[in-house]
């Protein structure tokens, strides 16, 4: 399901795009259950632990942007990971021994879906090393017009760009400060079923979705079983019981890598588009039916 040549590329550019590793089937389920989800979201005045909601949602029109953890919302979204064909692309990219670190469900939907700002994930979870990534599985066809992940290339061989916005974490790099180039960014395009995968330190960010076009994007953040978190570590057990395949270690592997610890921690708590409230320059433009 990958080939040595993407391999080559996603440790180059720290992103690939592989087609076609999801069926339809698993995707009409998934869909179906994403529908069923948003309409729960009816009569809420505000975010929840499943729920993140647009800034323009109302209790009698629910407006979801995110839905939190959803390999615990519903176990259709725990089956994916053990797909054969996303198992084989993590063993090609992260080696046998793999851990989830989180899930998240991100709903751009038509002409009104909010952007996320440009950051990198290993801002908000650094770990002994970055054998990390996160895979993006495309419910929906994804074009440029419909808000897709865009990245910048090579930044995955980078430093850790500040994400702080007076003195506290925001989850999100100022663009003129960092001197990065954003006209170089990559839209990671695919068909429905298909998943990009992103290197954790590799900068990315995505426009609101201008079009008539659903763009969901179920995203799960894998890691090296010996890479352990710096950050947010919970229990032994707990964290055992998140291996995908192969087996935990008592180990870490300690390598060099650039790190900024998200701390003192965001203002806003729950999500990334609730820590990017804090920002204090932004680079997406947000359209009045945003808001």
């Known amino acids: 399901m990958i080939t040595g040549e993407q391999v080559a590329f996603y440790r180059d550019e720290g992103y690939v795009v592989v087609e076609g590793l999801i069926g339809q089937?698993?995707?009409?389920?998934?869909?179906?259950?994403v529908d069923r989800t948003v309409e729960g979201a009816r009569g809420l005045t505000?975010?929840?632990?499943?729920?993140?909601?647009?800034?323009?949602?109302?209790?009698?029109?629910?407006?979801?942007?995110?839905?939190?953890?959803?390999?615990?919302?519903?176990?259709?979204?725990?089956e994916v990971l053990r797909t054969?064909?996303?198992l084989m692309v993590l063993r090609a990219l992260l080696g046998p021994h793999v851990r989830l670190h989180g899930s998240k469900l991100n709903i751009k939907a038509p002409r009104y879906g909010s952007?996320?700002?440009?950051?990198?994930?290993?801002?908000?979870?650094?770990h002994t090393n970055d054998d990390i990534l996160a895979i993006g599985v495309m419910l929906d066809d994804v074009g440029p017009e419909n808000g897709?992940?865009?990245?910048?290339?090579?930044?995955?061989?980078?430093?850790?760009?500040?994400?702080?916005?007076?003195?506290?974490?925001?989850?999100?790099m100022d663009p003129a400060a960092c001197g990065l180039d954003f006209s170089k960014?990559?839209?990671?395009?695919?068909?429905?079923?298909?998943?990009?995968?992103h290197h954790v330190r590799l900068v990315h960010g995505s426009a609101e979705n201008s079009s008539d076009r659903p763009r969901?994007?179920?995203?799960?953040?894998?890691?090296?079983a010996d890479a352990w978190p710096l950050v947010n570590f919970t229990t032994l057990e707990e964290f055992d019981s998140r291996m995908i395949c192969g087996s935990p270690t008592l180990e870490p592997r300690l390598e060099k890598v650039p790190v900024r610890m998200p701390l003192p921690p965001a203002l806003n708590q729950g999500s990334i588009y609730e820590n990017q409230t804090a920002a204090r320059s932004r680079w997406f433009q947000v359209s009045a039916a945003a808001r």
């Open 46 to 78: 505000g975010h929840n632990d499943v729920y993140d909601l647009e800034p323009s949602h109302r209790p009698d029109a629910p407006r979801v942007r995110r839905i939190k953890k959803p390999h615990q919302v519903d176990a259709v979204f725990a």
């Open 25 to 33: 089937e698993l995707l009409g389920r998934m869909r179906r259950v």
């Open 216 to 224: 969901q994007l179920l995203l799960y953040e894998c890691a090296a």
């Open 84 to 86: 054969p064909g996303l």
């Open 148 to 172: 897709p992940m865009l990245v910048l290339p090579g930044t995955h061989r980078g430093p850790t760009y500040d994400h702080h916005a007076e003195g506290r974490f925001c989850g999100a």
């Open 185 to 197: 960014a990559v839209p990671c395009l695919g068909r429905a079923g298909s998943c990009s995968f």
């Open 115 to 126: 952007p996320v700002e440009w950051h990198q994930d290993w801002a908000f979870y650094p």
